[in-house]
């Protein structure tokens, strides 16, 4: 199992856009649960987005409509497109790969930096 791969994290300023990427294990994407999940300083990580295999999506209430959650099973990699950033998004950025119990991978993160 390859670990999960993110990129895309910068600092940029409120209201400001940024899209992350992961790129994940190929042979197991397509039937992968695939989530975006941040942790801040001081902070529990928390769940941002997730996508099922059947390309189902579900938000926080924190970034519901801010935030777009999208899959290319072609190319194993899932998207997080965040438009209107604000200063409390600062965070750790983690990409989740989620099939059972036993397959359960995490990617290393990627910083995303909101201010001005």
């Known amino acids: 199992q390859v670990q999960p791969v993110e990129s895309g994290g910068a600092l940029v300023q409120p209201g400001g856009s940024l899209r992350l990427s992961c790129t994940a294990s190929g042979s197991i994407f397509s039937i992968s649960r695939m989530g975006w999940y941040r942790q801040a300083p001081g902070k529990e990580r928390e769940l941002v987005a997730t996508i099922t295999r059947g390309s189902s999506t579900d938000y926080s209430s924190s970034v519901k409509g801010r935030f777009t959650i999208s899959r290319d099973n072609a190319k194993s990699t899932v998207y997080l497109q965040m438009n209107s950033l604000k200063p409390e998004d600062t965070a750790v950025y983690y990409c989740?790969?989620?099939?059972?119990?036993?397959?359960?991978?995490w990617g290393q993160g990627t910083q995303v930096t909101v201010s001005s």
């Open positions: 989740n790969q989620h099939i059972d119990s036993w397959r359960d991978y």
